[in-house]
Protein backbone atom coordinates (compact mmCIF):
# COMPACT_ATOMS: atom_id res chain seq x y z
CA UNK A 1 0.00 0.00 0.00
CA UNK A 2 2.88 2.31 0.87
CA UNK A 3 4.56 1.83 -2.45
CA UNK A 4 1.06 2.60 -4.32
CA UNK A 5 0.72 5.63 -2.60
CA UNK A 6 4.11 6.78 -3.50
CA UNK A 7 3.51 6.34 -6.91
CA UNK A 8 0.51 7.73 -7.24
CA UNK A 9 1.90 11.05 -5.96
CA UNK A 10 5.21 10.75 -8.45
CA UNK A 11 2.27 10.09 -11.53
CA UNK A 12 0.40 13.17 -10.48
CA UNK A 13 3.85 15.34 -10.36
CA UNK A 14 5.20 13.91 -13.67
CA UNK A 15 2.88 16.48 -15.35
CA UNK A 16 5.26 19.19 -14.54
CA UNK A 17 5.87 20.83 -17.76
CA UNK A 18 9.86 21.95 -18.04
CA UNK A 19 10.76 20.25 -14.79
CA UNK A 20 13.95 18.27 -14.21
CA UNK A 21 12.80 15.09 -12.97
CA UNK A 22 14.93 11.95 -12.55
CA UNK A 23 14.92 7.89 -11.16
CA UNK A 24 17.48 6.05 -10.20
CA UNK A 25 18.82 4.13 -6.90
CA UNK A 26 21.08 5.14 -3.88
CA UNK A 27 23.56 3.99 -1.06
CA UNK A 28 23.48 5.83 2.38
CA UNK A 29 25.61 6.05 4.92
CA UNK A 30 24.73 7.66 8.34
CA UNK A 31 27.78 7.85 10.58
CA UNK A 32 27.65 8.59 14.37
CA UNK A 33 31.12 10.90 15.27
CA UNK A 34 30.86 10.28 18.98
CA UNK A 35 30.50 6.04 18.79
CA UNK A 36 32.13 5.93 14.99
CA UNK A 37 29.14 3.15 14.43
CA UNK A 38 27.72 3.37 10.65
CA UNK A 39 24.28 2.32 9.85
CA UNK A 40 23.88 1.47 6.16
CA UNK A 41 20.62 1.61 3.83
CA UNK A 42 20.02 1.93 0.17
CA UNK A 43 16.73 1.74 -2.36
CA UNK A 44 15.15 3.79 -5.30
CA UNK A 45 14.96 7.84 -5.46
CA UNK A 46 12.39 9.12 -7.74
CA UNK A 47 12.26 13.12 -8.24
CA UNK A 48 9.61 15.20 -9.56
CA UNK A 49 10.27 18.75 -9.86
CA UNK A 50 9.56 21.12 -8.37
CA UNK A 51 8.62 19.90 -5.13
CA UNK A 52 8.28 15.99 -4.99
CA UNK A 53 10.73 12.95 -3.73
CA UNK A 54 10.28 9.61 -3.15
CA UNK A 55 13.13 7.41 -1.07
CA UNK A 56 11.98 4.02 -1.14
CA UNK A 57 14.07 1.81 1.10
CA UNK A 58 15.22 -1.61 0.06
CA UNK A 59 17.71 -2.05 3.03
CA UNK A 60 15.65 -1.35 5.49
CA UNK A 61 12.69 -3.05 3.32
CA UNK A 62 9.55 -1.31 3.75
CA UNK A 63 10.76 2.27 5.13
CA UNK A 64 10.42 5.70 2.90
CA UNK A 65 10.62 9.03 2.77
CA UNK A 66 8.41 10.97 1.15
CA UNK A 67 8.07 15.28 0.29
CA UNK A 68 5.32 16.07 -1.65
CA UNK A 69 4.93 20.06 -1.61
CA UNK A 70 5.55 21.00 1.87
CA UNK A 71 3.94 17.99 3.70
CA UNK A 72 6.65 15.30 4.76
CA UNK A 73 6.03 11.50 5.50
CA UNK A 74 8.07 9.06 6.53
CA UNK A 75 8.41 5.76 8.38
CA UNK A 76 12.54 4.80 9.11
CA UNK A 77 12.93 1.68 11.14
CA UNK A 78 9.48 2.42 12.99
CA UNK A 79 9.41 5.88 13.36
CA UNK A 80 7.03 7.39 11.93
CA UNK A 81 6.25 10.90 10.59
CA UNK A 82 3.54 13.24 9.01
CA UNK A 83 4.15 16.36 8.87
CA UNK A 84 4.00 20.18 7.37
CA UNK A 85 6.97 22.03 6.75
CA UNK A 86 5.25 25.34 7.18
CA UNK A 87 4.68 24.59 10.94
CA UNK A 88 7.68 23.22 11.10
CA UNK A 89 11.14 25.37 10.83
CA UNK A 90 13.64 22.38 11.28
CA UNK A 91 11.71 20.19 8.86
CA UNK A 92 11.53 23.05 6.42
CA UNK A 93 15.17 23.48 6.71
CA UNK A 94 15.82 19.55 6.25
CA UNK A 95 13.02 19.32 2.93
CA UNK A 96 14.27 22.27 1.24
CA UNK A 97 17.97 21.40 1.88
CA UNK A 98 16.75 17.91 -0.13
CA UNK A 99 14.70 19.88 -2.46
CA UNK A 100 17.12 22.74 -3.63
CA UNK A 101 19.83 19.83 -3.98
CA UNK A 102 17.71 18.24 -6.02
CA UNK A 103 17.42 21.49 -8.66
CA UNK A 104 20.92 22.80 -8.23
CA UNK A 105 19.32 25.62 -6.17
CA UNK A 106 22.24 25.10 -3.82
CA UNK A 107 21.88 28.91 -3.58
CA UNK A 108 18.89 29.05 -1.65
CA UNK A 109 19.81 26.76 0.78
CA UNK A 110 23.13 28.53 1.10
CA UNK A 111 20.44 31.95 1.80
CA UNK A 112 18.39 29.50 4.52
CA UNK A 113 21.04 28.29 6.54
CA UNK A 114 22.90 31.33 6.40
CA UNK A 115 25.97 29.65 5.30
CA UNK A 116 29.05 30.33 2.84
CA UNK A 117 29.10 28.87 -0.09
CA UNK A 118 32.04 27.25 -2.21
CA UNK A 119 31.73 26.40 -5.92
CA UNK A 120 34.76 24.41 -7.85
CA UNK A 121 35.35 22.18 -10.77
CA UNK A 122 34.10 18.79 -9.79
CA UNK A 123 35.09 15.54 -11.72
CA UNK A 124 34.25 15.21 -15.45
CA UNK A 125 33.24 18.56 -15.55
CA UNK A 126 30.36 18.75 -12.58
CA UNK A 127 30.77 20.68 -9.53
CA UNK A 128 31.63 20.24 -6.28
CA UNK A 129 29.73 22.44 -3.84
CA UNK A 130 30.45 23.14 0.07
CA UNK A 131 27.96 25.04 2.35
CA UNK A 132 29.43 25.68 5.59
CA UNK A 133 26.96 27.69 8.46
CA UNK A 134 28.07 30.78 9.70
CA UNK A 135 26.42 30.29 13.28
CA UNK A 136 25.91 27.49 15.44
CA UNK A 137 22.27 26.10 15.53
CA UNK A 138 21.04 24.03 18.25
CA UNK A 139 19.12 21.54 15.24
CA UNK A 140 19.68 21.63 11.44
CA UNK A 141 23.19 21.10 9.80
CA UNK A 142 26.41 22.56 9.88
CA UNK A 143 27.30 22.13 6.44
CA UNK A 144 26.26 20.09 3.22
CA UNK A 145 28.31 18.91 0.22
CA UNK A 146 27.12 18.70 -3.08
CA UNK A 147 28.61 16.62 -6.15
CA UNK A 148 26.93 17.27 -9.49
CA UNK A 149 27.74 15.81 -13.15
CA UNK A 150 28.67 18.02 -16.57
CA UNK A 151 24.43 17.01 -17.11
CA UNK A 152 23.54 19.11 -13.70
CA UNK A 153 21.92 15.58 -12.22
CA UNK A 154 23.06 15.42 -8.12
CA UNK A 155 25.62 12.12 -8.09
CA UNK A 156 26.22 12.90 -3.75
CA UNK A 157 24.82 14.89 -0.74
CA UNK A 158 26.62 14.50 2.46
CA UNK A 159 24.64 16.80 5.10
CA UNK A 160 26.52 17.45 8.40
CA UNK A 161 24.56 17.62 11.28
CA UNK A 162 26.21 20.16 14.42
CA UNK A 163 25.55 16.70 16.61
CA UNK A 164 28.65 15.12 14.92
CA UNK A 165 25.82 13.17 12.72
CA UNK A 166 27.41 12.81 9.36
CA UNK A 167 24.95 11.63 6.36
CA UNK A 168 26.60 10.60 3.07
CA UNK A 169 23.97 9.45 0.16
CA UNK A 170 25.79 8.18 -3.08
CA UNK A 171 23.32 8.71 -6.39
CA UNK A 172 23.06 6.97 -9.49
CA UNK A 173 20.37 8.98 -11.42
CA UNK A 174 19.33 9.02 -14.73
Do not use: W
Not at 15 to 39: E, P, Y
Not at 90 to 113: D, F, H, P, W
Not at 146 to 165: M, V
Amino acid sequence: MKKILVFAVLLVGSFTLGAQNFSGTFDQVKTLKISGKTIKSAGDIEFTAPDQLAMLYTSPNGDFFIIDGTQIRMDMRGVQLDVDAKTNKTVALQRNALIYSCTGEYEKIAREMDADCTVTPGKNGGKHVELKVKKALPKGYSGVILEYNKAGLIQKLTLEEFGGITTDYILKVK
